[in-house]
């Protein structure tokens, strides 16, 4: 393990959220190295991204052993938090440790119980897709994840989110699921085309078939159910839809096409779809590329 000088002027104790970026080592920032080198522990989150074992072990030999740690470590963390009362504790999550709540959480926990937590920002796939794509980042709208069906049950949400930014012309960011089993520990399966697509239609099929049986006791529903009702009578061939593979990595790459033909393209190790909205001339222009 590389020496390095405590520059950063880290406390002796505390926890520290390490930014790892889209999937490589060399796209870490300096100080999230710098960072992980001082550490006495390393933990990797495992289960809201993952990085490629082959750079993983290129940060462990550059930064120290790291242990991986699933679900139940992060969202009960009273061993994480006890061993960061007594040391310092590098908690290393891919992309950039805030956009996900499950860290915001823990970041509040260690607040309360008066642990010191400092944060190193790291590239998100937020800002990689968008301008990647040659989208325009003002123009998308709320993000959502594909989901596995979890003991057969079928999430709807996801598409209402992408419903009514379709409804507003605004594009959305749908971030692929890891997990089939939905629990958090392990045996992560990173959704593919195809797999996503499938869920796409089950929710559709599952919104078609409960369409009277939707809550509209506010605006907010009635505008839902109006956006629901133009998504799902819009057939797959027309559904546009950006394929992002491995952003951010030597292996990165995008596919403009539509939901019928994305069933049959071979995604990456990591994946994610942009759902087009209302597009200005700049962005067809732009999007001719991925074609």
């Avoid at 790892?20 to 933990?43: H, V, Y």
């Avoid at 891919?94 to 926990?109: C, E, K, M, Y």
């Avoid at 992408?162 to 890891?178: E, K, P, R, V, W």
């Amino acid at each position: 393990m590389t020496e390095v000088s405590d520059s950063l002027n880290l406390p002796k104790t505390g926890l520290i959220l390490i930014g790892m970026g889209p999937g490589k080592f060399s796209s870490m920032t300096i100080e999230a190295k710098q960072a992980a080198k001082l550490c006495d522990t390393l933990r990797y989150e495992a289960y809201t991204a993952l990085w490629p074992q082959n750079e993983l072990d290129l940060l462990e030999a550059e930064c120290g052993e790291i242990t991986k740690v699933m679900r139940p470590e992060i969202e009960t963390p009273e061993l994480l938090l006890e061993m960061a009362k007594n040391s310092l504790v590098g908690l290393l999550v891919v992309g950039d440790p805030l956009q996900a709540t499950t860290h915001v959480d823990l970041q509040l926990q260690a607040a309360e119980a008066g642990i010191e937590c400092i944060t190193f920002h790291g590239i998100s796939i937020t800002t990689i897709v968008t301008g990647a794509l040659g989208l325009s980042n003002y123009k998308f709208g709320r993000q959502t994840t594909l989901t596995y069906p979890y003991g057969g049950w079928v999430a709807t949400s996801p598409l209402e989110v992408i419903a009514m930014n379709m409804s507003l012309g605004q594009h959305t960011l749908a971030l692929l699921d890891l997990d089939p089993t939905g629990a958090g520990t392990g045996q992560q399966k990173p959704m593919m085309p195809a797999d996503a697509v499938q869920s796409v239609v089950s929710m559709i099929d599952k919104l078609k078939n409960n369409f009277d049986d939707l809550l509209n006791d506010s605006p907010y529903d009635a505008f839902k159910i109006e956006s629901l009702r133009t998504i799902l009578n819009i057939p797959l061939n027309d559904f546009r839809v950006v394929l992002c593979s491995d952003m951010g990595t030597p292996s990165q790459n995008i596919v403009s096409t539509n939901l019928e033909a994305l069933s049959q393209i071979n995604g990456g190790s990591m994946n994610c779809l942009v759902f087009l909205g209302n597009m200005s001339d700049v962005e067809e222009k732009a999007l001719l590329r991925w074609q």
